[in-house]
C-alpha cells in the first residue's frame, strides 16, 4: 500500500499537480492538508475519475481542510475538533484490517513564540497537549496505527536549514519540539522518514515561498511528518520525500511525503 500525505495549499489551485504525483507514485490513500474549501465545494468528480472513489473530507471554505482519498474502502470514518476547536484540522479512517489513519493539520502558531503575546502559538501548544492526551487515553501502543500530516514543527536539528538561527522561530522552538517529543513518546511512535534517513542527514519537506531560488539555498524544514506504531513499524518498506514536487508549475510551498507500506 503506498499512502502519501501533503499539504496541497488549496486543492481547486492544484489539480492538476494532485493529478501528476497520483499517477506517478501510484498511490493507494492521499491525505492532503490545507484543502481550503468546503465539503459541498471539493473537486468530487475529477478526484473519483482519478481512481479515488472514497473520500472522507473535514473542510471549510479558504482556510484549513483536511482530506482522505482512498481507493480502498474504509469501514469507519471520523474527525475531532481539538481544543474546542472549530478549525478542520483532523480526520481519520480505519481500513478492512484495522490500520487506522489519522490525518492532521497542526497550526502554524504565527510569528511570535509566546504564548502570553500570541494567541495563536498558544492555540498551537494547547493543541499539541490534547492530540497527545487523546492519543494516551484512546488508543495503545499495540493498534495499526499511522499518524501523519503537516504538523508544522521541525523537531530534530538537521529537519532545519540552521538549528541555531532558527530556535526562536516558531516551528522549531525548543517549546514545540518539547510537545511534538511528548505526542512522539505517547505510543511511543515510530518515524517512518527517519527509518530510512539518518538524523545527521539534512531533510526538509518545506522551502518557503518568499525565497524565489529556494533549490539553491535549500533553506527548508522538516515540518510534514508520517510516523507508524511498533505494531506497523516492520512492514515499512520504503519511505521519502518527493522534493522534485516543490519545483513543478504553480507548486506548493510542501512536498509530498510517502510510505510504502505492507499491509
Not at 489551485?13 to 471539493?42: G, P, W, Y
Not at 481512481?51 to 473542510?59: D, F
Not at 478549525?87 to 487506522?100: P, W
Amino acid at each position: 500500500m503506498k499512502i502519501a500525505t501533503w499539504n496541497v495549499n488549496s486543492i481547486r489551485v492544484r489539480l492538476s499537480q494532485l493529478e501528476k504525483l497520483a499517477i506517478e507514485e501510484k498511490l493507494d490513500i492521499i491525505c492532503l492538508q490545507e484543502t481550503k474549501v468546503t465539503n459541498n465545494d471539493f473537486p468530487h468528480q475529477s478526484i473519483k475519475d482519478l481512481g479515488y472513489k472514497y473520500i472522507e473530507l473535514h473542510g471549510e471554505k479558504a482556510y484549513n481542510g483536511v482530506a482522505i482519498l482512498s481507493k480502498i474502502p474504509f469501514e469507519q470514518s471520523f474527525y475531532i475538533n481539538f481544543v474546542n476547536d472549530k478549525d478542520k484540522r483532523h480526520v481519520a479512517i480505519k481500513l478492512f484490517n484495522q490500520v487506522e489513519i489519522h490525518n492532521f493539520y497542526v497550526p502554524a502558531g504565527g510569528e511570535i513564540p509566546n504564548p502570553l503575546e500570541n494567541p495563536k502559538f498558544k492555540h498551537k501548544l494547547l493543541f499539541m497537549d490534547d492530540v497527545c492526551n487523546w492519543f494516551k487515553q484512546n488508543r495503545s501502543p499495540s493498534d495499526k496505527l499511522i499518524l501523519l500530516g503537516d504538523l508544522n514543527i521541525a523537531p530534530l536539528e538537521n529537519d532545519v536549514w540552521s538549528h541555531k538561527q532558527l530556535l526562536t522561530e516558531v516551528s522549531h522552538t525548543p517549546i514545540e519540539v518539547e510537545k511534538m517529543k511528548n505526542l512522539y513518546n505517547s505510543l511511543d511512535w515510530q518515524d517512518a522518514i527517519r527509518k530510512f534517513v539518518p538524523e545527521n542527514e539534512k531533510l526538509y519537506s518545506w522551502w518557503s515561498y518568499r525565497n524565489r531560488d529556494w533549490e539553491k539555498s535549500d533553506r527548508g524544514r522538516r515540518l510534514d511528518h508520517i510516523w507508524v506504531t511498533a505494531a506497523l513499524e516492520k512492514n515499512i518498506k520504503s519511505s521519502y520525500i518527493l522534493k522534485k514536487h516543490r519545483g513543478i508549475e504553480s507548486p506548493s510551498d510542501h512536498a509530498p511525503v510517502i510510505l510504502n507500506i505492507d499491509i
